[in-house]
């Protein structure tokens, strides 16, 4: 472990008789808290999900996310959180010397575990991040299916990187550019908090942007709410299809009853499914190949490849390495040819990484493309699963009073 | 006014249910204006902090410009006390200059927070008292046409990142190694490293029960052999004080021992002395003068105000006794105290003075010699004098001592310098590695574990360092670095004291940080490791006794009564500790 912890400035040096405080060593998370932040995440969530579910209560679940961001933001300051902790988790599966800590562990995997049978309630009222976004969305404008379409492409990049950066020990992209933690930490390079006020300023008018066009653990919720036996409904009873809530989601995330709606010629729709499963494997294979073919350049996000790559500009073009690491390293003992090894040695770790991540991708971009081309009978509006926060804007959309027991 | 009982109703989320309960006009005004005020309140504290964090960046205190030229001119005349005083104002101010924008940010922050908090209160109040009833849309979305729209877009999407990835990934080809060749490297490179690896001499090293023949014992590694050693005493009161002698002259030499003999240094002027006190009783047994050789300097060498020219500390080997003073006179006696052959090697002026102290390996004195004119390393035969060898070294004039070690069978002799941490052979003088480590003023010397070589010195770092052929940092910390006083390892744990009053355990192999703790009095005796405990003397005088653990465990803290800067020796159960003018046996027996 190399530990870089040093003071701001050399001590001045006190001729009198100061006594120089003692270090203080910040101390690891007490377990007790770590228990409580779990205990609370899943009672918060059973909470949402009873709001969300059967209570149909929007107003409580802007109440959920208040609590949820005062707790898990302001004063758990953001970490841990279940965004973040898919980067532990990939760490974890591809690194044997690497210990996952329980906590980052059960915060991946309940939030999924409660997706799977309800939906997305986690971005609904638990999530500090989705929270103060869902409290600052005052004015929400839709964007058009086709820009929502391409820019929900992102948070499946931004989640392959993710994981294919933490496996390989490079960095941990989600903490580092989390737009929110240095607003709940009062405390962050200025350049993150002006990303977050930007991203909190956008999403006043286009509501929560980070969690649609970035949040990488969103691509995993969506994915497992899609499986959801009891997610929320717009209706509380059968549909009547008055279409009132045709417009009520700012996210694009009602999927309309098709009474009544063109369809096309099924012989266009045959062509079109076959073509686009066909597709899959196609695109799939195209984006390992990328990604493959990247990977000496994705490997520039390992420090030691970045370090090598300014040692080799100093030594082939006479420019000076003068960052930090390269000062550091040039201290350190280490040679230039070990630097360069472990760099060869990193891009063939990445060489065997990106096709995977390639892979994921273009899966996901083939399978995204073909499932727009199976035509399902539509009877009532309802929430596309995977997309759907949850938030229960559309309820006060609908006419429709619950069934009396 | 506006009642806060509509905020409730209203926020969040109960604005559609009755009209009734909507703020009313003149409420919307209200809002507004405070929405406008929070607004304009956030944006002046954004902006204030944006000035502040303008102003973190470029006011770093320890490259303030009017600093540096006061502190330049100080250097230049460092009895100017004006200059001193004003190096102190000069740099109160920059210091506080940075700390107080670093107040105005962190405040900002909380009004930052504050003004936005009601900014955005203020607009969802209106925003919800704006919001009409859902109106039924107009034609049915063409769902098929909007799907084609969306697979175009994907495919145009997905197309163009396909194509940037390829390009990119073509346009970056120059800044990529040669991969086949490099891979070839690497695996050279790392069998070799793997090799090295295994390498780690796994030599046991035992120290001897008796003899403590060097600076900081056997082999110079810190490590007293033996057990019972005594850990309750008081040097005013007596407790425990078997003896007490006076030194003749003043010096910061630690005590050496052979047999019943204890040998130590002092100077005054330019008499130097060797003497040899008799282990049992503290009687002076015999005194060697060690001046007027031939080739000394008619100078006596700047010298550290309270070090004066015996601070190097004796080496035997049970045969011959051997020192060497800050002028370079060098001697070597036997036991009984007739020189066997003395010598000048130069003089090693140096800006603190010369303080290395001598180690022996077989029959070979090793002499490291630090001078602003040069440094090297030096082997005389111990019996006739000679020099066998003298190895130059490159970097800067160094204060610590030499260590042996062996790692692979191949004896090293251990020197921490700036900038190199470097082996040698002991038998040739050749240099088997280096790593450029530290740097600045390098006083402590190295510590040593059967795998590992750990330097350091204030304001630079603590490297723990893999020896041998491709030798290289394996962690590193700069937490705690002493500037005086010596690490002390043993497999598991390495111990520093630092001239701050720190102790830092860390864990040998892996750099973790097992325990801290503030002992308040500075250290510069070295600290040693005897039966499983680390005996950790204060300037004060204080032994502060701690078990070699994991965690810290204060066993005792015995005060000698006199200030104390020389490192203790251990020998059959007994302590010896050269205080500010005594010499103390330290006796549970007694």
Redesign the interface.
């Known amino acids: 472990?190399?530990?870089?912890?040093?003071e701001r400035?050399?001590?001045?040096e006190f001729e009198t008789d100061y006594?120089?405080?003692?270090?203080q060593?910040p101390t690891a998370r007490g377990l007790a808290w770590e228990y409580t932040d779990t205990a609370v995440l899943i009672v918060v969530l059973s909470i949402t999900t009873w709001l969300a579910l059967k209570k149909r209560?929007?107003?409580?679940?802007?109440?959920m996310s208040?609590f949820s961001l005062a707790y898990f933001g302001f004063f758990r300051e953001g970490c841990i959180c279940s965004i973040g902790s898919v980067q532990n988790v990939s760490l974890a599966l591809f690194n044997s010397t690497y210990t996952i800590p329980l906590t980052a562990l059960l915060f991946f995997i309940i939030p999924l575990i409660y997706a799977i049978f309800y939906g997305r309630v986690f971005c609904a009222g638990v999530c500090p991040l989705g929270a103060i976004q869902e409290?600052?969305g005052?004015?929400p404008q839709k964007l058009p299916?086709?820009?929502e379409?391409?820019l929900a492409?992102i948070p499946f990049?931004y989640l392959a990187l993710a994981v294919l950066f933490s496996a390989t020990e490079s960095q941990f992209i989600i903490c580092r550019y989390d737009p929110f933690v240095g607003?709940f930490r009062?405390?962050a390079p200025?350049t993150m908090i002006i990303f977050g006020a930007l991203l909190i300023l956008a999403g006043?008018f286009i509501n929560r942007p980070y969690c649609r066009f970035l949040c990488p653990y969103g691509v995993l919720l969506n994915i497992t709410s899609r499986f959801a036996t009891k997610h929320l409904s717009i209706t509380p009873a059968e549909c009547i299809n008055?279409?009132?809530?045709?417009?009520?989601c700012p996210y694009n995330a009602i999927i309309?009853s098709?009474k009544?709606?063109?369809?096309?010629e099924p012989s266009v729709v045959r062509r079109k499914f076959v073509m686009y499963l066909v597709l899959i494997p196609v695109?799939a294979a195209?984006?390992a190949i990328?990604?493959y073919?990247?990977s000496?350049?994705l490997s520039g996000a390992n420090y030691d490849v970045k370090l090598?790559?300014e040692i080799?500009?100093e030594i082939d073009e006479g420019i000076p390495a003068v960052s930090n690491a390269a000062v550091a390293f040039?201290?350190?003992?280490?040679?230039d040819?070990?630097l360069?090894?472990?760099?060869?040695?990193t891009?063939?770790r990445y060489r065997k990484a990106t096709p995977w991540t390639g892979l994921f991708l273009g899966l996901s971009?083939g399978i995204?493309?073909f499932s727009?081309?199976v035509r399902r009978e539509r009877t009532e509006y309802r929430p596309d699963q995977g997309r759907c926060f949850s938030c229960g804007r559309c309820f006060?959309?609908c006419p429709v009073k619950p069934k009396q027991p | 006014m506006f009642q806060l009982r509509k905020v409730f109703q209203i926020l969040?989320?109960?604005t559609?249910t009755t009209l009734s309960m909507k703020p009313d006009e003149k409420d919307i005004k209200l809002l507004k204006f405070i929405s406008q005020v929070a607004a304009g309140f956030t944006l002046i504290v954004a902006f204030t902090m944006?000035f502040s964090?303008i102003q973190l960046k470029t006011i770093d205190?320890?490259d303030n410009p009017i600093v540096a030229s006061v502190k330049e001119q100080y250097d230049r005349d460092p009895s100017d006390a004006m200059l001193a005083e004003q190096v102190r104002a000069v740099?109160l101010m920059a210091?506080r200059a940075y700390f107080s924008s670093r107040w105005q940010v962190?405040t900002g922050?909380?009004l930052l927070?504050a003004g936005a908090v009601v900014f955005?209160i203020c607009?969802?109040l209106i925003?919800g008292s704006r919001k009409t009833a859902?109106v039924?849309?107009g034609e049915?979305?063409?769902?098929?046409r909007?799907?084609r729209?969306?697979?175009?877009?994907?495919?145009v999407?997905?197309t163009l990142?396909?194509a940037a990835?390829?390009i990119?990934?073509?346009a970056?080809?120059g800044?990529?190694?040669d991969?086949l060749n490099?891979?070839r490297?690497?695996g050279g490179?790392?069998k070799e490293?793997v090799r090295s690896r295994r390498t780690g001499s796994t030599e046991a090293f035992m120290a001897d029960p008796t003899n403590y023949p060097f600076f900081r014992g056997q082999d110079g590694r810190g490590i007293a052999g033996g057990e019972g050693y005594p850990t309750e005493w008081d040097g005013a009161e007596g407790k425990n004080i078997k003896w007490k002698t006076m030194i003749p002259k003043m010096g910061k030499s630690s005590p050496v021992i052979w047999g019943d003999k204890i040998f130590v240094t002092g100077a005054e002027g330019k008499e130097c002395e060797v003497y040899c006190i008799d282990k049992k009783t503290g009687e002076i047994v015999w005194t060697v003068l060690a001046y007027d050789i031939p080739g000394e300097p008619d100078i006596i060498p700047e010298m550290d105000y309270d070090a004066g020219m015996a601070v190097s500390t004796v080496a035997t080997n049970g045969t011959e006794v051997c020192a060497v003073f800050a002028n370079g006179n060098l001697i070597c006696t036997d036991t009984d105290g007739r020189i066997k052959w003395s010598k000048n090697i130069g003089l090693p002026e140096n800006i603190y003075g010369y303080s290395s102290s001598l180690i022996i390996y077989d029959d070979v004195l090793i002499v490291q010699f630090d001078s602003d004119e040069k440094i090297s390393l030096m082997g005389f035969d111990v019996k006739s004098g000679a020099l066998k060898w003298e190895t130059p070294r490159q970097g800067y004039p160094s204060w610590a001592s030499p260590v042996i070690a062996s790692f692979n069978g191949q004896p090293h002799v251990l020197i921490n310098s700036n900038?190199y941490?470097t082996g040698y052979d002991p038998v040739t003088g050749a240099q088997l590695w280096a790593?450029?480590?530290m740097?600045g003023d390098v006083a402590p010397s190295c510590a040593v574990n059967s795998s590992m070589v750990y330097a350091v010195t204030d304001?630079a770092?603590l490297?723990a360092?893999r020896p041998g052929e491709?030798?290289?940092?394996v962690?590193?910390?700069?937490?705690f670095t002493p500037d005086v006083s010596s690490p002390v390892a043993n497999e598991e744990f390495l111990f520093i004291v630092t001239g701050?009053?720190?102790v830092a355990c860390y864990n040998a192999q892996?750099?973790?940080?097992l325990w801290?703790?503030?002992l308040?009095e500075p250290f510069y005796a070295s600290p040693i490791i005897a039966d499983n405990m680390v005996y950790i003397l204060d300037r004060s005088g204080v032994m502060h006794i701690v078990r070699a653990s994991a965690d810290y465990q204060l066993i005792s803290r015995s005060p000698i009564g006199e200030r104390a800067d020389c490192t203790p020796a251990f020998s059959d159960r007994e302590i010896y500790i050269r205080a500010r003018e005594n010499l103390y046996c330290i006796s549970e027996s007694e």
């Open positions: 472990m190399v530990l870089y912890a040093q400035f050399p001590r001045p006594t120089y405080p003692e270090y060593l209560s929007r107003q409580g679940l802007l109440w208040l409290l600052t005052i004015w299916r086709k820009v379409a391409i492409t990049i607003i009062l405390d200025y006043i008055c279409r009132l809530c045709e417009d009520a309309p098709d009544e709606i063109a369809v096309e695109i195209a984006g990328a990604l073919s990247l000496p350049v090598a790559r080799r500009l040039k201290g350190s003992g280490r040679t040819d070990q360069f090894a472990d760099e060869v040695e891009i063939k971009l995204g493309l727009l081309t006060r959309y | 969040p989320g109960k559609k944006l964090l205190p320890l740099d210091r962190e922050s909380y927070l955005i607009q969802r925003a859902p039924k849309p049915k979305p063409d769902l098929p909007q799907n729209f969306v697979i175009n877009g994907l495919m999407t997905g990142l396909f990835a390829l990119s990934s073509f970056m080809r800044i990529l190694p991969t490099d891979r490297l690497a490179e790392e490293r900038p941490v790593v450029e480590a740097y304001y770092k490297a360092i491709g030798a290289s940092i962690w590193e910390d700069n937490t701050y009053g720190d892996n750099g973790d940080t801290t703790r503030m308040n």
